[in-house]
């Protein structure tokens, strides 16, 4: 993970108030060109011109227009700070609005030019970047993405690991409206990205990216009727104490990468990499950033102490294990013995799943299958919710049999 | 020529009544009174002397109350203009605030609480001087433990939360007793049962266990036999649940529960689609609760005082709330002589006049007229169901497909994906309409969720009013989702910000307090 781009970026659980409310926008015009084609996604010109020759069209600007006409409904003079042509304009001018060009791109425009784009946008004052695409998009927006600036994605790709999209374009542009009005509340999310060769081939194996400021619609006038968290940030400070509540003295915890294990970190007073998995032992980082091997190396170690993983759900799709912290790897996973997992979430985000299962994916079915099941999360102090655990792979081969 | 009447829309035209009415407070007119009231005769003056000097310093005011000064008919104005600005459950077709059990309080019970054989009456004088309400409230706590198959009952909370409390506070107790209080440390529910039972687990000290449904949407016995074990103190659940979804293997859960010594507390705060169909003890529990405001037609009055009724086994008895009333020899007497008592949950005999309105209630109706309640509460729960269904966007997820019981969570995720409306935005533009309409407890389980219990009181025309306001607000938000946003327009207020009810430093709930934070 040493060689990760250093848009790690700022982790402050509360949300913020925004003097400046303008809208940035950047689209990947062949945004999901490869899914109808059958290509699993769009990378790279290669594919690109399989996908044209397939007679594949991008729908990302018919989405982007979707989503700017709800700003339009409400603010039909609202300025929107966007690249020049298909990566912007076209679609701000074609819902009514108008779109202060602030980057040009060349034709046909790649993934550098999404970044820079993004560059070009922030620099130009917009407090929320709308970007248009799947989990390629998503990585090249949150490579340029400045510090603390909130991204949030209209679902156009292929790919979609990653938790920063909106559930439609309507709901993209019902959040833009809002954050153009008043502030909205923002979490961390994660962006997930695998490399599409290797799908192909059959093998998922998406990497954690970076971790982004995403915002979302809380409850706003009603549902007093019981105690409610005030937020999603003290839904996940609660969720962390809970964990910390559960730790012993002496025993070893690798700590995976995720908004709410960076909490337990700075609850206990301690800096956590991001997007890596640092080893932590009564209150000192004994490893950061840890490399599979490096693991290995020190749960095998003789006579050392007890050792528990804790994770927290990556990405949108439920993954506890498989998704960007592949370091907790099926060997690692195995030399923590015969309870492995703290299992660390906040209530709304088992609920956000809608019933679907969590996931474990890593690549040894035996140890897939043991940990499939149910399993204790950890909500709060004294409070787990029992969830199920998915083995999807396994899934699959048991459909072949 | 006014007549002959115009026909009506098929959907209403409403607008609230807007007065700009102040707040009483700064209504006041000094030396305005209600009531003059004439000064003592000269005689009886210098007999007593003064009277306030006779009262210990402590008591004693040294500054006059700082109350409103208004004549009678000003304040019967203010009032009668307050309530045309509300939109109460008088007013509109009340079935959007589901799990609330919003039923009609038949006002012929407001009469009899209003009479001076009750309201004359005070908890501390003499059980011998009180015979009649004890009657009254012994014989009530029989019709509950008909009513669920109990053993006993207490009348004694003054609302559901407090009765779900007294339910842990009782299993606690029972625990204490067999000496298990150190290894049962855990309480078991569901995502779907009243969060207030989890609430009252956490706060008598347990860690909470709970549970997600199924693949199928309904509560996960599997998930339940995953975590039920020596630990567990009891499963405390509601069933029908928040959803409207029964669950179907509810005795093997209290199977389950008591296989491993746990007890089980059944959260029958809204019991309106079972009434006389099944009962709690019939199924094994050792403990359920009703809200007299919820099941047995007793006003809501917009947050208290309501009324819950904690019914036990023969095991629990002796953990019930106290005192109890005994009869002996065919008098009424109360027992506080009860060692193993978790003891008061609240003062004297509970809500006097909500028991004599359930109690009311329950006698018009009789056991047949009871069980009428519960079928027509169900009929007219799917029926709406059916309606609602209809309405492109929406759905019921969990379960689909299958039938529910006395309410239903709904979803208007498809709406939402398609146009970008919230559920919440409904409510608000549905409050033009003349209806209100509530989402669900939080977090949202169900995405874009509403939650509709129609119970006994509402006729099919009605229902299906409310039905068309909802496929009214649907359409407007396909095709003027600008209406729907700019919403309210035929409100007395706008949209309301209640950040300062979060924080302390800035919520008023007194208007001492108002001024005080806002204007010192």
């Known amino acids: 993970m040493a060689g990760l781009p250093a848009q790690v970026l700022q982790l402050t659980l509360t949300s913020n108030v925004h003097a400046a409310r303008t809208v ?29 020759s397939k007679g594949s069209r991008s729908r990302s600007i018919d989405r982007a227009v979707n989503a700017l006409s709800m700003i339009a409904a409400t603010f039909p003079d609202a300025h929107i700070v966007t690249a ?73 790709g292929v790919k979609m690991y990653s938790a920063c999209f909106a559930v439609s374009a309507s709901a993209a542009g019902t959040l833009a409206t809002r954050w153009i009005e008043e502030p909205l509340p923002v979490e961390n999310r994660e962006v997930l990205d695998v490399d599409e060769q290797a799908i192909r081939t059959g093998r998922v194996d998406p990497h954690l990216f970076a971790i982004v400021r995403v915002p979302f619609l809380a409850g706003r006038t009603q549902a007093r009727k019981s105690a409610t968290l005030a937020s999603e940030a003290a839904g996940v400070r609660v969720a962390a104490s809970g964990a910390i509540a559960t730790m012993s003295p002496g025993t070893r915890y690798l700590l995976g990468p995720g908004g709410t294990t960076m909490e337990i970190a700075r609850q206990l007073g301690l800096t956590k990499t991001p997007l890596g998995v640092d080893v ?73 799943l809608g019933g679907r299962p969590l996931l ?27 969830y199920p655990v998915h083995a999807p792979e396994n899934e699959g081969a048991h459909s072949c049999v | 020529m006014s007549l002959p009447i115009a026909p009506k829309p098929a959907i209403r035209r409403f ?124 014989n009530l706590e029989r019709a509950v433990a008909e009513i669920s198959g109990m053993h006993r009952v207490s009348l004694h909370t003054s609302g559901g939360s407090t009765a779900i409390w007294t339910n842990i506070a009782m299993i606690r107790a029972y625990h204490e007793a067999n000496g298990e209080a150190e290894t049962r440390d855990e309480v078991i529910t569901t995502i779907f049962s009243h969060p207030s039972n989890a609430a009252t687990a956490k706060a008598a000290g347990y860690k909470v266990i709970t549970l997600h449904p199924d693949a199928d949407g309904y509560p996960d016995a599997d998930a339940l036999r995953s975590v039920i074990g020596p630990r567990t103190a009891a499963i405390m659940i509601t069933n029908p649940e928040d959803t409207g979804i029964f669950n179907p293997r509810v005795k093997e859960w209290v199977d389950l529960a008591h296989s491993v010594g746990a007890l089980a507390s059944y959260d029958q705060a809204n019991a309106n689609g079972i009434l006389g169909i099944t009962r709690a003890r019939d199924a094994g529990f ?76 329950i006698l018009a109706l009789g056991p047949e007229g009871i069980k009428a309640v519960a079928e027509i509460a169900v009929l007219n729960n799917n029926y709406l169901m059916k309606r609602i269904l209809d ?24 709406l939402y994906e398609e146009t970008g409306i919230t559920s919440e935005e409904i409510g608000v533009r549905a409050s033009d309409f003349g209806m209100h309409y509530w989402t669900s407890h939080h977090p949202y389980v169900v995405p874009q969720p509403f939650t509709l219990e129609p119970t006994e009181s509402y006729s099919m025309a009605e229902l299906d009013e409310y039905a068309a306001v909802l496929a009214e607000v649907a359409r407007e938000a396909r095709e003027t989702p600008e209406v729907i946003r700019s919403a309210p327009h035929n409100q007395t207020v706008h949209h309301t910000h209640h950040d300062d009810l979060d924080d302390p430093e800035r919520w008023a709930i007194t208007w001492r307090a108002y001024q005080r934070k806002y204007f010192s």
Not at chain 1, 31 to 48: C, N, R, T
Not at chain 2, 317 to 323: E, N, Y
């Open chain 1, 24 to 52: 940035g926008l950047v689209i990947n015009p062949i945004a999901g060109i490869g899914g109808p084609a059958g290509l699993k996604g769009s990378d790279g010109p290669d594919i690109q011109a399989v996908a044209y």
């Open chain 1, 84 to 156: 020049a042509g298909q990566m912007g304009a076209d679609a701000v001018t074609a819902a009514g609005l108008t779109a202060d060009v602030v980057y040009s791109s060349r034709q046909p425009s790649t993934g550098d030019d999404t970044a820079a784009a993004v560059t070009a946008i922030a620099a130009a004052g917009a407090s929320l970047l709308l970007f248009v695409g799947g989990d390629g998009t998503a990585r090249d927006v949150a490579s340029k993405l400045p510090v603390g600036l909130p991204m949030l994605g209209i679902p156009a």
């Open chain 1, 280 to 352: 932590i032992r009564d209150g000192h980082v004994e490893l950061a950033d840890a490399s599979e091997q490096e693991l290995l190396n020190l749960l095998t170690e003789s006579a050392g102490p007890p050792a528990r993983a804790i994770v927290t759900v990556i990405g949108g799709q439920g993954f506890l294990l498989g998704r960007g912290n592949q370091q907790l790897s099926a060997a690692v996973l195995r030399a923590l013995g015969s309870d492995p997992l703290c299992v660390v979430a906040t209530e709304q985000k088992l609920t956000a």
């Open chain 1, 360 to 386: 474990v994916d890593t690549g040894d079915r035996e140890l897939d299958t043991t940990l499939s099941g149910y399993i204790a999360v950890t909500t709060g102090v004294g409070r787990t919710s029992v």
């Open chain 2, 15 to 138: 607008h609230q009544a807007r007065w700009d009415e102040p707040v009483i407070f700064e209504s006041t007119t000094p030396g305005e009174r209600g009531v003059l009231v004439s000064q003592p005769e000269p005689g009886i003056r210098e007999t007593v002397g003064d009277v306030l000097s006779t009262l210990p310093a402590g008591l004693r005011r040294e500054k006059k109350a700082a109350l409103p000064e208004m004549g009678q008919m000003r304040v019967l104005r203010h009032y009668l203009r307050l309530s045309q600005e509300n939109l109460g459950a008088d007013f509109n077709i009340d079935v959007g605030q589901g799990t609330c059990t919003m039923k009609y309080a038949p006002k012929v019970n407001e009469a009899l609480v209003g009479t001076s054989k009750l309201a004359d009456l005070h908890p501390l004088q003499h059980t011998d001087d009180v015979q009649g309400i004890l009657d009254i409230i012994w």
């Open chain 2, 286 to 361: 050792d403990v359920c609760h009703f809200n007299l405001h919820k099941t047995f037609g007793t006003p809501h009055g917009s947050g208290g005082p309501g009324s819950g009724a904690n019914a036990v086994s023969e095991a629990l008895a002796p953990f019930l709330p106290g005192p109890v009333i005994e009869r002996v020899d065919g008098r009424y007497v109360l027992d506080s002589d009860r060692p193993q008592s978790i003891g008061k949950v609240a003062p004297f005999y509970g809500v006097a006049p909500n028991l004599v309105r359930a109690y009311s209630w």
């Open chain 2, 391 to 414: 309405i492109p966007g929406a759905s019921a997820p969990y379960a689909v497909g299958r039938r529910r019981i006395e309410q239903v969570r709904y979803s208007w995720q498809e």
